[in-house]
Nanobody
Framework: QVQLVESGGGLVQAGGSLRLSCVAS????????MGWYRQTPGKQRELVAS????????????VKGRFVISRDNPENRVSLHTVDLQMNSLKPDDTAVYYC????????????????WGKGTLVTVSS
């Protein structure tokens, strides 16, 4: 089992920045991908950004050029257990609960979700 703890959410004005962080614990050696998803009431959870243990990164079209996913040691190809999301030029449409997730599978994309989930952190962008 893997446990995920997110931090860094909050309230920010449009155009501002926030940084989310996620740390995994437990069976971290089985993690091959990590990412961030978000969900608003009445909508399905959507992938924001993901990263594999080997460094392959994907972004949702809506956040490309504004959000950056990163890890603690980019040169590390052996393990993956932390992931950050730097969010810049935030818009009111970015308001959502953001979830950190981890996957045991290496995949080109993780649009269908991952295996483990954090409890989520609320990001609110005011206009």
């Amino acid at each position: 089992q893997v446990q995920l703890v997110e931090s860094g959410g909050g309230l920010v004005q449009a155009g501002g920045s926030l940084r989310l962080s996620c740390v995994a614990s437990g069976s971290i050696w089985g993690i091959n991908g990590m990412g961030w998803y978000r969900q608003t009431p009445g909508k399905q959870r959507e992938l924001v950004a993901s990263m594999t243990r080997f460094g392959t990164i994907n972004y949702a079209d809506s956040v490309k050029g504004r959000f950056v996913i990163s890890r603690d040691n980019p040169e590390n190809r052996v393990s993956l257990h932390t992931v950050d999301l730097q969010m810049n030029s935030l818009k009111p449409d970015d308001t959502a609960v953001y979830y950190c997730a981890a996957s045991e599978i290496i995949a080109d994309e993780y649009n269908n979700g991952m295996d483990y989930w954090g409890k989520g952190t609320l990001v609110t962008v005011s206009s």
